[in-house]
């Protein structure tokens, strides 16, 4: 039997492992943003993460706010939270919620500081930077392949991605989950004409149906809209790069999923209550397809693109993977791992594979991404409706 690689991270309360250890500055209130930017911005290593939308977020779109602001505010790879708010009792609901989780947080509003924003900056750096001093001393551990949380994305695709990228993340995706690790994939509208192919991998008749009715949705949502889907891409990047349906991108993608049973099908920042392969019914937009995988639980994201993608998750670091021989030599200071050989022949994928779980347990160890060096990371959380 082969041994299972492991990778250092860091032992959190509930049992989770951190691949990174970061001091969380999350503003729940637009009226608190840029208070909170200048914090993280003179705080060593602090990340912002800042919902625009507070007040007449109600239902199912408060709901989801709620959950995704939950979600990342617990995440394993966050080892403290300060949350600052303009809303003092939704703060200290939210606070107790956080740490009845598990997880260190401080809180401070601008109520409680006279509405001064000025005073709420020099306090919360106080308290974001006591946070920082103590998370600097804990050490990193040997974890387990089967703590690996992976979110699976794929922006501006072209034919590399489906014939080589995504198929090469299948490969090591089947690999973690056999593991006793998790992945999940997004992007409903790129389910659209494989939902066969998708449902006869259901764990379950419940599960099958719940992918069909995922798909069914998004697609009346669309012609809704006013949208033909048949025949279609949903983006010109797709169009140009050598793409010419919606179905065909369609194939390509779902392919990061690898081959093994889909467990479930998650809602937006919906944690999965076992591990295994998940799919999650949710925008197709990158940026907010991504957040929402992270804010369910995900430490870490592949995200292969055709022509090139700059955008990365600020929690999870973000491996960029490209098949495209071209884009690999252009995009040498954004693209993380190099495929290119599985399009050019030159390389069996199970090698290649091999080759990239290697790289997802050496950033995972901590290994930088070209992501965070260049500080392109953002977490977008998804609207459903208008304010009130």
């Not at 209130?29 to 200048?38: D, K, N, Q, S, V």
């Not at 990193?140 to 994305?153: C, G, I, K, T, W």
């Not at 369910?296 to 491996?319: E, R, W, Y």
């Amino acid at each position: 039997m082969t041994e299972q690689p492991t990778f250092d991270g860091y032992a959190r309360p509930n049992g989770a492992a951190g691949v990174r250890n970061d001091v969380l500055v999350l503003s729940p209130t637009g009226l608190t943003a840029p208070t909170a930017r200048r914090i993280a911005n003179n705080v060593a290593g602090a990340k912002l993460v800042s919902m625009p939308y507070a007040s007449g977020v109600v239902g199912d779109d408060g709901a989801l706010r709620r959950r995704t602001l939950k979600g990342l505010a617990t995440h394993p790879n966050v080892g403290g939270v300060l949350l600052i708010s303009a809303n003092e009792p939704e703060m200290e609901a939210m606070a107790a919620e956080i740490s009845g989780a598990g997880q260190r947080v401080e809180a401070i509003s601008l109520d409680s500081c006279g509405q001064d924003a000025l005073r709420l900056t020099h306090e919360g750096m106080r308290l974001a930077g006591h946070l920082t001093k103590d998370l600097s001393r804990q050490k990193r551990e040997p974890q387990p392949l089967s703590e690996l949380f992976l979110a699976l994305e794929c922006g501006r695709s072209d034919p590399s991605s489906g014939i080589a990228a995504n198929p090469l993340v299948g490969a090591v995706v089947d690999r973690v989950v056999d593991a006793g690790g998790s992945a999940v994939f997004g992007e409903t509208m790129e389910w659209y004409g494989t939902e066969e192919a998708l449902s006869a991998r259901a764990a379950d008749d419940g599960v099958a149906e719940d992918i069909r009715n995922a798909i069914a949705r998004r697609e009346q949502a669309a012609e809704a809209a006013g949208m033909d889907l048949i025949g279609n891409n949903p983006g010109p990047t797709n169009i140009a790069a050598g793409l010419t349906t919606l179905e065909e991108k369609s194939l390509g993608s779902v392919a990061k999923g690898g081959s093994r049973t889909i467990q479930g099908v998650l809602g937006i920042a919906e944690a999965p209550a076992r591990p295994g392969l998940y799919a999650m019914d949710g925008p197709w937009y990158a940026p907010e397809s991504l957040t929402g995988m992270v804010a369910a639980g995900a430490q870490l994201a592949l995200f292969t693109t055709g022509p090139g993608n700059s955008f990365t998750s600020h929690l999870a670091p973000t491996i960029k993977l490209s098949a495209n021989v071209e884009t690999v030599q252009r995009l040498g200071e954004l693209v993380d791992f190099d495929a290119s050989a599985l399009t050019a022949g030159h390389a069996a994928l199970d090698d290649v594979a091999s080759d990239l779980l290697d790289k997802i347990v050496a950033v995972a160890s901590g290994e930088a991404t070209w992501g965070e060096i260049w500080n392109e990371g953002e977490e977008v959380i998804s609207r459903l409706g208008a304010s009130l």
